[in-house]
């Protein structure tokens, strides 16, 4: 028998290897930005096209290579960065894989111009899968230039799984500013299609975290240090009270490099403790630098998970540094414990005016084929639902015929401040008030964003919020729908959004939270979720607007909530896939005290 095993050609392993290494247009910018700083560039230029898919530039003014390490430099395990295995654990660079180039190279289109100081000339090397199509002298400044273009375009597989320009954009910024984050001593500028998004000059930490997020930042921060033996943490954290729902601002890097670690954030979050209201999350930028001895980087190929050898200590040390800040900057006292969830009501139902059981019926009447004003399709709805007719749905039959019943009494209650107890003839129904009032309000923006005229109500004082470039991509790709919803808003060219007007019913105090929510969520990756930017939107405005549990409601304030529910064209789940209400038959309840 002929034997079976072959070795692998080297570009078909460089492919299999980029799998590993780079999985989208980010990779590629955080493997030639890391490679920039390990050649102590002072300015680095990111620049991209058609968020990386077309094009990923990095030039940096670094040390550069030669002509024969530029030839080295795309092979595969070719580095400068490590000699023997002993050196793994004295790592000062963010490589040492000797991987990134090659894997790159194996994938796309890479151009790259390279000088060091000695040379005179510079070295030009064109590589299109693996291979070598061009090698020639050029006249570029010292330093390196590496363009990558038409990433996987031999797999095509990994191209098509790409996601929308929006999300790969997001991941690109992420990882610009995680590196950026790093070396606030370095200069960084970044543009994408010709519009620069950041122009990042060297600073303090505090100046970068503000150059990045906006300054408003500057008196969010609060320091955090600690010098042990075993390990010294500087950064910042942010104060509690404003602290933000979204987890974005989570940033750990141990020896300048970023790390993902769950470990380490439930110390930070237990720091936090009792200091945070329930769904906001701790904002941070913590630094810590260990002896590269006592740390495993080794165990993810893209580099971004850690084991620390003294994994209890440093738990401790992180946790007891960031309380000691939190103390210590007296944060805690400008907390307002006493907070009470009736200021959380997101708007008063006694503005409403209260709609009255209605008697007359309407059989004709289709609530979903109009847009009539809430409070005559409320009461239609109503109708519709006691005479047991014209409910269109798609709930259960059960629970269709759940509701087509004449309540004994119109009369209902909160129960627990969670649930509203509606009686029914032969049985009662159980609603949950905040799922009850996210779907109300869910159909409303998505009939707002379709019928492109959501009520808007003009701010008394306009809320100003900056945003950060990557907020700005953002806001202009969902700019009409939020528009559409009845936000008013105006982008000035420092990157502040004037917010001039709101949708009806959004109180003023919530605005800039809101938005920034919006923003967050908008730009979040949920392509596998297959729901589509508006979709979102609704559900994150809904989600903010709607009562929650434990807010106490009126009685016209339950009733003027289930005529807007029993109006919904969908009542058996919220917008999040969660049951509405459960019903419990009279039958049952006797059955219980026979
Ligand atoms: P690694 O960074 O793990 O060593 P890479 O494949 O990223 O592997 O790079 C291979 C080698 O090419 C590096 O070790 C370095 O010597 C050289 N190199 C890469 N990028 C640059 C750059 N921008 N400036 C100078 N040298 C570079
Ligand atoms: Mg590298």
Redesign the pocket.
Known sequence: MNSRIALLPDHVANQIAAGEVIQRPASVVK??L???V??Q?QTIQLIIKDAGKTLIQ?I?D????NST?IR???ERH?????NVAEDLFALD????????????AAIAHVEAH?RTEEDEVSHYLKIEGSKVIDQTLSTQPK??S?AVRSLFYNIPARRNFLKSDNVELRHVIDEFQRVALAHPEIKFLFFNNGNELFDLPPVSLRKRICGIFGSKWDKQLVPSEEATSLAQLKGFVIKPEFAKKTRGQQFFFVNNRFIKSPFLHHAVATAFEGLLRPGYHPGYFLYLSVDPKTIDINIHPTKTEIKFEEEQSIYAILRSAVKHSLGVFQVMPTLDFDHSTNLDVPYSFKEKVPSPPPIEVDSSFNPFHTLDTPTKRQKEAWTNVLSGVQIESTIQPIQKEALMQVPQSTRVFQLFLKYIVCPLQTHMLLIDQSRAHQRVLYERFLSSITAKKGLSQQLLFPVEIELNPQQVEVYHQNKDILESLGFQLKLDKDNTLEILGSPEHCPSSKIEELMETLLFDAGEDRSVEHFSQADQIAKTLARSLAIKSGDPLELEEQQSLLDDFFGCKETSISPFNKPIFITLEKTEIEQKLN
């Open positions: 493997e030639l890391e490679n920039a390990d050649a560039a990095v940096d670094g040390m550069g290579m390490d080295l430099a795309f070719a580095t400068s960065k490590i660079t963010k490589g040492f894989r000797g991987e990134a180039l090659a894997s790159i390279t330093g390196t590496i």
